[in-house]
């Protein structure tokens, strides 16, 4: 924008990210750590002037070093993304400053440097939510949780470690839900492996960063996943031959049919990995994990419901957009447990393997992941549509179904 035009336009932090985003505070080893929400608000500014370094405040919190965070963490956020043309145009902020601050936090609960990653996090989600809103009509809706200092205002400064990381991540957790996001420092790493198990089972991501851009990388990444390259002319041909190829074989599959070894372990007195045998039944004491085999590449879905039909997304975590090796897979992972909760009676995981990514699935991503929240005949109802689906799909020869179960007692 010119300087001598003047404009109504709005200011692009109008404080209305449909997501929010967590400051971590943790202050003695023997104290959980809390978490706060921050919000954003906007103040009026001087005639003609744009937003700078200065013009970034905390307006509830009296400490420097907090506001010196602040100051670094969002102007980072807004600088970076402003060269990568993610400020809408019609958001250039030019009358207004912006003002962070806690929800419900007494003015002297948040104290030092390390909320500068948070300061960073929250300032970009309302940049990216205005765009998409601007651009789309409609923005999706994460959550995150941040902890991390930066001293200087430069998106590859080194993003510095933080104390009592421990407590602030149970916090995080303990605050987020399914599909919710907390970044770390990596100097902090490596993490207690009970955060990565407890993390797993909520399905939230953990992700450590050595400096700012990889952290705003990621966001732009999971707000704008990638599209396909335009097929050039040896992918036309490629899918002339693949469309001629199902006219001639019909419904039969284009690419043999993925088969699967699967097997139970649960956790002995001493970490160590013991397959279930059959019959035997785990308690609210035991942890459990699954070994799954494809003897190809593969995509593959797993699922846990348990005895009262909550379904968990077990895995993949995200989106698969890459077929996945011929390998050994331990879900949730190597040295992770997933840890059984009140619910008593039948558990049972339902695995997928497939050559193709499955969109049906995908599509229910989000009320699988909030199968908890649903009422009880609901919750019979989106079992029965999920193995109902997976079923047909094995029968049309697109996929293998296994089926594990175990009893809870």
Same mark, same amino acid.
């Given at each position: 924008?010119?300087?001598?035009?003047?404009?109504t336009?709005p200011?692009?932090?109008e404080?209305d990210a449909?997501?929010?985003?967590y400051s971590l505070v943790a202050?003695r080893e023997?104290?959980e750590?809390?978490a706060f929400?921050v919000k954003?608000?906007?103040f009026s500014?001087p005639?003609?002037?744009?937003?700078?370094f200065e013009h970034?405040?905390?307006?509830?919190?009296?400490?420097k070093?907090?506001?010196d965070?602040a100051?670094i963490g969002?102007s980072?956020?807004?600088?970076?993304l402003?060269?990568?043309?993610k400020?809408?145009k019609?958001?250039?902020?030019r009358?207004?400053?912006?003002?962070?601050y806690?929800?419900d936090c007494?003015p002297?609960?948040?104290?030092g440097p390390s909320?500068?990653l948070?300061?960073?996090?929250?300032?970009?989600?309302?940049?990216?939510e205005?765009?998409l809103?601007?651009?789309?009509?409609?923005?999706?809706?994460y959550?995150f949780?941040?902890?991390?200092e930066?001293?200087?205002p430069s998106?590859?400064?080194k993003?510095?470690?933080v104390?009592?990381i421990k407590?602030?991540?149970?916090a995080?957790?303990?605050?987020?839900?399914?599909?919710?996001?907390?970044?770390?420092?990596k100097a902090n790493?490596?993490?207690?492996p009970?955060l990565?198990?407890k993390a797993a089972?909520?399905r939230l991501a953990l992700?450590a960063g050595?400096?700012?851009?990889?952290i705003? $990388?990621?966001?732009?990444k999971?707000y704008?996943?990638?599209?396909? %390259?335009p097929?050039?002319?040896k992918w #036309? &041909?490629r899918?002339l031959l693949?469309c001629l190829?199902v006219?001639?074989m019909?419904?039969?599959?284009?690419l043999?049919?993925?088969?699967?070894?699967?097997?139970?372990f649960?956790?002995?007195?001493k970490?160590e990995?013991?397959?279930?045998?059959e019959?035997k039944?785990l308690t609210?004491?035991d942890?459990?994990?699954?070994?799954i085999?494809?003897d190809?590449?593969?995509?593959l879905y797993?699922?846990?419901?348990?005895g009262?039909?909550?379904?968990?997304?077990?895995?993949?975590?995200?989106?698969?957009?890459?077929?996945?090796p011929?390998?050994?897979?331990?879900i949730p992972?190597?040295?992770l447990?997933?840890?059984l909760?009140?619910?008593?009676?039948?558990e049972?995981?339902?695995?997928?393997?497939?050559?193709s990514p499955?969109p049906w699935l995908e $599509?229910?991503?989000?009320s699988?992941?909030?199968?908890?929240d649903? %009422?009880a005949s609901?919750?019979?109802? #989106? &079992?029965?549509q999920?193995?109902d689906?997976?079923k047909?799909?094995q029968q049309?020869?697109h996929?293998?179904l296994?089926?594990?179960?175990?009893?809870?007692g």
């Open positions: 924008m010119r300087g001598e035009e003047k404009t336009l200011s692009i932090m404080g449909v997501g929010k985003v202050e023997d104290k750590g809390e929400e954003i608000m906007p500014l005639a003609r002037q744009i937003l700078n970034i405040k905390v307006v509830n919190v009296d400490d070093e907090v506001k965070s100051q969002g980072i956020a807004y600088e970076r402003k060269r990568l043309k400020v809408h019609a958001s250039e902020i009358d207004s400053g912006v003002a962070f806690f929800e007494p002297d609960r948040i104290k909320a500068g948070c300061f960073l996090v929250k300032m970009a989600q309302e940049v990216i205005d765009f809103k601007r651009e789309t009509g409609s923005s999706p809706s959550d949780a941040a902890t991390g930066i001293k200087n998106s590859d400064d993003i510095r470690a104390g009592f407590e602030k991540m149970r995080a957790l303990a605050v987020l839900g399914n599909g919710g996001t907390v970044f770390y420092p790493d490596p993490l207690d009970d990565h198990q089972q909520k992700v050595d400096e700012p851009q990889q705003i $990388d990621f966001l732009l999971k704008f996943p990638p599209k396909p %390259p097929p050039d002319g #036309l &041909k899918i693949v190829t006219i001639i019909g419904d039969k599959p284009l043999p049919v993925p088969s699967v070894e699967a097997a139970l649960y956790e002995g007195k970490s990995a013991i397959q279930l045998p019959g039944a609210q004491r942890g459990f994990r699954v070994r085999t494809p190809r590449t593969c995509f797993v699922f846990e419901v348990d009262k039909h909550h379904i968990s997304w077990m895995f993949p975590p995200h989106p698969q957009l890459r077929p996945l011929r390998t050994v897979y331990w992972g190597n040295d447990w997933v840890e909760d009140e619910v008593k009676g039948e049972t995981i339902l695995i997928w393997a497939t050559t499955s $599509d229910r991503r989000e699988i992941d909030r199968s908890e649903l %009422p609901e919750r019979l109802e #989106l &079992k029965k999920l193995e689906h997976l047909d799909e049309k020869q996929g293998t296994r089926r594990l179960t175990f009893q809870h």
